[in-house]
């Protein structure tokens, strides 16, 4: 039985919402229905409009044409307070706290009329106790944010909606941040949630998840919905169909051909990375999985020469590095492909011909000091075929290109430079489906022509998909190194929360 | 109501905006000489015929704009890298003070004029230098440092000119004695009252701009000021970049003063600037920090003030209308250039 | 050397100085600090010194009561500060650029207003300022009470009004919202409250501030307005605010800091080395003190996290 069958009481119903950015149509003619009690999964591919749909609700953005009714009550479009007001609670993705605000500071924070002379303080605390309770979010009310782990802050977003006496709980993307272990955890107290009689959506795109977890599926692809089911009458494979668009093929590359050891890490501490003994090969994609914010930055940063190894060796090509910088990384051969492509990898505000030679204008497009600005066009215009990017050309500024076509750049100004190391960290991070398998086949084209390729993903269908070797990275610490396939998902994840590193240091 | 970016701003827009803005001052300009009873469209007619009405006028109003030329620059070249150099007062003084102490018997010609201006601008150099090493190596901000060093070197100076360099013949006031002839900027065309310092002004705009297109290092300059995360990932010496950059921005503020000294005055008092160096700040954001474009901005500002005497002087008007008006023309013209990359929306 | 400072450490009247050197200065950094607390710099706080002592004190020469030119003052702040907010809240514009042009208007402002209302005059016009109010009492303890208890009521309302400050940003809500706001304004809006108007009233209520700050200088330290009387209070306010770490009470401290420098400098320049050194060099004390308070403090300073990064809606 599903709920739409049951009469459960309906309390959240959008219809017909349609949102336009410019000529794209980000949200067509979207409806959904959630009943008290229910969990319902919406799926969809990055870009399938479902992030677009909860701020269009949670009153972010103004649909364009469509309606929203809550409790039986038309939502006033446009305004996050009459979201709130109206008993829903949303978790975004990327948190939105305070850092060096406490706990009990962030859940209060605009509950209480601004013009009142008090905090009431104590009763807000029992509160925030009693809820921590009754819904399994164990959190220390008087911590600071900038202490908890990540886990920790995503229970401090929930109980900021359930202090607010929240009936209907959105999460966009809860367990992207999360070992396997803790969206567990995460899933329990949903469970204990929609006991008590509120409702869930969760956003994701994690198949297993919304089969494991929840009582509806919404499928999104290309802003339109296509195909709502009860997760019980459905299976993976159909989900991945709807989603996909087609038949989802598993994409299975070829395993590499290991060649010579082409950067050595032995014992080496720098940053957040404790002891870490590492080694690239060539014609090898080395996976590095984990949960964000355990010591990927600082790894990306050691070998892109950003940092400088504080104790232990650090051998590119055999010979071991002094003076690490960024430029002595590129000269030795080191292709980065930085996380954040809008703040790290390019300015917005040059053109694409000046982004093109960020790394290589002093080096290779200057004589004296001046700068041979035809041959820095020249040069990018053959980047720009080469690798297939949508521009108006190589004076336009990059802050006009989609994240794809800025990847791709960035992607052409790293390969031109035949690097024989390249990390690449986190780089299919918020692409569409095409630019994701366009930037997969370059990485292993990379590898074929004999490059040590380092693969950062917080995803680890990826990882598992892509690398021939996978470490996983716990609080600055390093797992062995597994042979591609030699662990399951499951085994990874114990990895990942920190289980079988031999000891805290 | 929320800001949408505008992806390919028309011409239209893009010239539009910034003249709405220009317009918008005229309308200010109008109405406040309406508040001081006089004849608005009276008043406009002063500042322009006092600005370029005669040759006497074009003459004041291209000498007025010399240092302006300079500390524009000075200004541009910074907030391009987005160091907030706001001490341009001070390091102007520094040059002013290089120009006196060379420029008084200290060195004959022919080594005097090109000896003091290189001097001159290491001393501006060398002042900027301590706020950027502080921002570099301690994370000290800069904008405090400079804006409380030009109180400090205004005291220095007051010091100077009632001490070591008091003038001997200066009846009690605090002035310097005056340079040797061969220390003194010589006129650009012979009967005409412009010396070379507006010269040696045009040039140095030609200099930095062709740094800002040409160079690595202009490029490097670029880079740190729009992205700085980006420059330090992409390899560029930041740290470096920082210190070229205050090098130059002070060098050149300098010679404002040493080309006040050298080519106006003839020597130093505590009333040599009335403020170039703050005036220099808009100067480089009306010409949106182009080099080239503060020559433009820097005649249009001299202009104002040079019109606004003369003005005040017939109409009656506060001569701090100029100020007013320069104020509100560089408001109006951050929030037209913001204008042109979005638009306001609904929704 | 040595004794002469140490004569002057102890004189009643020194420590009364220092509380009146402070109180523009206390006045006008919590302005900043509320502003900065909220995301905001605030680099107008010299102009809007300016106008707050020329407001003031036209208001009181025009007719109004002393405390009638404080409230004018604060008005006309807090209208500068509505300029400045609108310009760099929603509009995002540089808040470097923006605060440097409100300073050079509100100054310029202020100036052409005075000549407009007194273009004849060479010896400025004088009003009747505030006069010194001695606490029933407490002014009567030895040494003590000269020094702290009998000022003018500015000078009360200075330490009032930091109370008054750091009370509402640690005890209420709306001084959380204001906290959030310069840590992290997504979260703020995410909870109903309007980023924009937390910021731009932040900014005002600042401003307002700052103005008051600069009236002192015209109804309780002097009696008259004079061209450059502000002479760097602003910017140096903006150095308290990091010497504070941006918390009130530090902040405060900084003050009497800096002001008991101030005191120094001038008591030494009547002492016989100040025959010996020349009076600049004691004048450059505070500058200096300044940036070296800035140098020490900034390292371990913990800057709102928000601070001059604009905010746009449903950008994350």
Redesign the interface.
Known sequence: MSFAQSGAEVVLRLDQITKRFGRLVANDAISLTLHKGEVLALLGENGAGKTTLMNILFGHYLADEGSVTVFGQPLPAGQPKAALAAGIGMVHQHFTLADQLTVLENITLGTKSLWSLGRGRAAALAKVQALSRDFGLAVAPMARIADLSVGERQRVEILKALYRDARILILDEPTAVLTPQEAEALFQTLRLATARGLSVIFISHKLHEVMGHSDTCVVLRHGRVVGQVATRDTDRRALAALMVGAEMTEATVAPGVPGPVRLSLTGVRAGALRDLTLELRAGTITGLAGVSGNGQAALADLIGGALGPEAGEMRVDGAPVAQWTPRAAIAAGVGRIPEDRHKTGTVADFTLAENAVLETYAQRFARLGFIDWAAVRAHTVALIAGYDVRCPGPEARIRLLSGGNMQKLILGRVMEETPGILIANQPVRGLDVGAIAYVHSRLVAARDAGAAVLLISEDLDEVMGLADVIHVISEGRLSPAFPRGALSQAELGLWMAGQGFAHAA | ???EPV??PTLLRQLGLPALALGATVLVAMA?AL??GANPLAVLGQIVTGAVGSRFAVLETLNRATPLIFTGLAVAVAFRAKL?N?GAEAQLYAGAIIAVLLGTGALGAPFVLPVSAVVALLAGAMLLLVPVL?KVR????E???T??????MA??V??LL??PLKDPMGMGWPKSAALIPEARLPRMVEGLRLHWGFGLALIAAGIVWVIHT????G?EM??VG??I???????M?VTAVLVKTALLSGGLAALAGWSEVAGAKGHLSLDLSPGFG?TG??VA?LALLHPLGVVVTALFVAGVFVGADAMSRAA?V?T??A??L???A??FM??AI??TKVRVV?? | MGQQVIEILISASFWAAVLRIASPLIFATMGELICERAGVLNLGIEGIMVIGAFAGWMAVYLGLPLWGGVAVAFGAGALFGLLHGVLVVPFGLSQHVVGLGVTLLATATAYFAYRLALPQVTSPPKIVPFQVWEVPVLSDIPLLGPALFAQTPLTYAAFACAGLVAYVLYRTPLGLALRAAGENPAALEAQGVSVTGVRIGAVMVGSGLMAVGGSFLTLSAFSSFFFEMVNGRGWICIALVVFGAWRPGKAVLGALLFAGFDALQIRLQQTPMGAVVPYQLFLMLPYVFSILALVVMSRRAQVPAALMVPYTKGER
């Open positions: 109501m929320r800001l992806a390919n406040l508040l001081a907030w706001i502080l301690l994370g000290v901000d904008v405090v440092t804006l409380l060093l030009n109180f400090i005291l220095f007051s010091y009632e001490g040409r160079t690595t290092l490029f670029r880079a729009a992205n995360r980006a420059a330090r990932f992409a390899g010496p703050y700040i808009i954001m009656g506060p701090y209308i100020d007013m320069l104020a509100v560089l408001l951050v929030l913001a204008l609904r929704g």
